[in-house]
Every structure is written in structure tokens, then in C-alpha cells.
Nanobody, 124 residues
Framework: QVQLVESGGGLAQPGGSLRLSCVAS????????MAWFRQAPGKEREFVST????????DYADFVKGRFTISRDNSKNTVYLQMNSLQPSDRALYYC?????????????????WGQGTQVTVSS
């Protein structure tokens, strides 16, 4: 079955950086786009970034543009999220997700498979 395992979360200072990783298994990784979502306490899950199958098309939520970079390594079945210039508002549980379809989408309802999440906290 599909498994998505995130890692790399933790505590960062404002202005700091973290790199999240998501290792996928149970499906042909290179055939699917992938995405990152996040959920802050008391808020709904929201889209962060998505990347196409070959990594040539990426999309970001406005609140992370210029600060976060999504990438993937199909030889390692892994998708990454490099997070720079972190802000306290970036504090959330970050999830890796695989969509049902073969095209990038920002709609969480089009994702069937989710990881367990990795916690990101930004505080001085």
C-alpha cells in the first residue's frame, strides 16, 4: 500500500531554515505529482506547494513564494521542501500527499494518500 513518511521538521528560529523530506513507497513514484500541505493549530489544512512528475512544473501558495522550494528525486522516491526565512506563522504540521490523478493540483480533496506529518515550530 501507499506509504508516505515525512521527516526534517523541528524547531527553527525566525529567519531560519529547515528541509523537509518525504519518502514514498507502494506506488510508481515517478508517475505522480506530489505536494506539501500544512495544518496549523485551530486552522484547516492548506496547500503549500506541488511539483509535477518530472519536477519541471511547480506551484506555491502565495504565502511561501520566494521562501520555500519544492523538489524531487525520482531515483530516491523522495520529495523535498526547502523552507527558508521561516516565520512564526509557518508553525504547523506539514504533510506530504499524493493525488489520485496525474496532474498537479492544489485541491486537497484530490489527494487520497497522506503522510503522518512532521511538526515545524518557529520560535525564538
Amino acid at each position: 500500500q501507499v506509504q508516505l513518511v515525512e521527516s526534517g521538521g523541528g524547531l527553527a528560529q525566525p529567519g531560519g531554515s529547515l528541509r523537509l523530506s518525504c519518502v514514498a513507497s507502494g506506488f510508481i513514484f515517478r508517475m505522480y505529482p506530489m505536494a506539501w500541505f500544512r495544518q496549523a493549530p485551530g486552522k484547516e489544512r492548506e496547500f503549500v506547494s506541488t511539483i509535477s512528475r518530472r519536477g519541471d512544473i511547480v506551484d506555491y501558495a502565495d504565502f511561501v513564494k520566494g521562501r520555500f522550494t519544492i523538489s524531487r528525486d525520482n531515483s530516491k522516491n523522495t520529495v523535498y521542501l526547502q523552507m527558508n526565512s521561516l516565520q512564526p506563522s509557518d508553525r504547523a504540521l506539514y504533510y506530504c500527499a499524493k493525488p489520485r490523478g496525474l496532474f498537479t493540483t492544489t485541491n486537497s480533496e484530490e489527494y487520497d494518500d497522506w503522510g503522518q506529518g512532521t511538526q515545524v515550530t518557529v520560535s525564538s
